[in-house]
């Protein structure tokens, strides 16, 4: 089976846990800015990381495009991947799939926010809103800023096992 591993990441995140998966599977992880023809592949394997809920604009346009195909999404974000916002996020991944695509398997861990990014949200915000500059938020970035870890990699590479086992 012809495996394609693609990935968007804006601070090594998704890029560190595509290269786990892609290690597993034996193939090797490509950035979704290099446009990879995925159609001569049987099985696409792409990452992003959460942007506004979901997978940041160029990995969504990429999975929208992705037509005809079984697709496994893997994703990093700063919040808890098991909350509503986590939930959620792996969710509008899979509804940005192309047409008659299929998602075939998910994974998200946290990932470290882009310091950058940080300081444009300070002060952006309303308070009551998940972004806003409080105490909680800033715990839930340091909280954030330790992963992945090599629990969340070695995650990932148990996400890849299980793909290969099914697909291989």
Known sequence: MNILVVYSSRTGNTKRVAQSIADVLGVKAVDVKTNPDYTAFDLIVAGYWVDR?????????????????KVALFSTLGA??????????????????GDDSTC????????????????????????????????????????AAAHPTEEDLESARLFAEQLKVTYH
Not at 53 to 62: D, I, L, T
Not at 80 to 97: F, T
Not at 118 to 126: D, L
Request: hydrophobic letters at 35%; proline letters at 8%; glycine letters at 12%.
């Open 104 to 143: 075939v398997g998910t994974f998200i861990c946290r990932g470290k926010v882009d310091p950058l990014l940080v300081e444009q949200m300070k002060g952006r915000f309303p308070v009551g809103h998940p972004h806003a500059y409080t105490p909680e938020w800033l715990a839930r970035i340091d909280a």
């Open 80 to 97: 808890d991947p098991l909350s509503e916002h986590g939930k959620n996020s792996v969710a509008a991944g899979i509804d940005s799939l």
């Open 53 to 69: 809920g979901g997978p940041n604009h160029e990995m969504k346009s990429y999975l929208q495009g992705i037509t005809h195909k």
